[in-house]
């Protein structure tokens, strides 16, 4: 049910404010289902939604864990820990 989750969070991003929880959940989806390229682009958003406002690096290593860049999430999650932002930064 992979592809009816995606057009749920698809639609979920497009009526929201592109927050970053619901940015990582749809990179994820689109990382563990093949869509490698849709998932980096996401990462490019979260990069880009960082320069107006935190975004947490969590968000980026749960797109990592579904590209399977083990390296990356690692490098990320060290950077949640070391600022420990709230749950939902």
Known sequence: MYNAAIIELEKALDLSARIPVLVSALG????????????IALLHE????????YVGAIW????????????????????????RPGYYT
């Open 28 to 39: 994820y989806a689109y990382a563990i289902t093949g869509r490698s390229d849709d998932a």
């Open 60 to 83: 980026r290593s749960v797109i990592y864990a579904g590209l399977h860049a083990n390296d990356e999430v690692i490098t990320q999650l060290e950077r949640a820990c070391a600022v």
């Open 46 to 53: 979260l990069d880009d939604l960082s320069k107006k406002h």
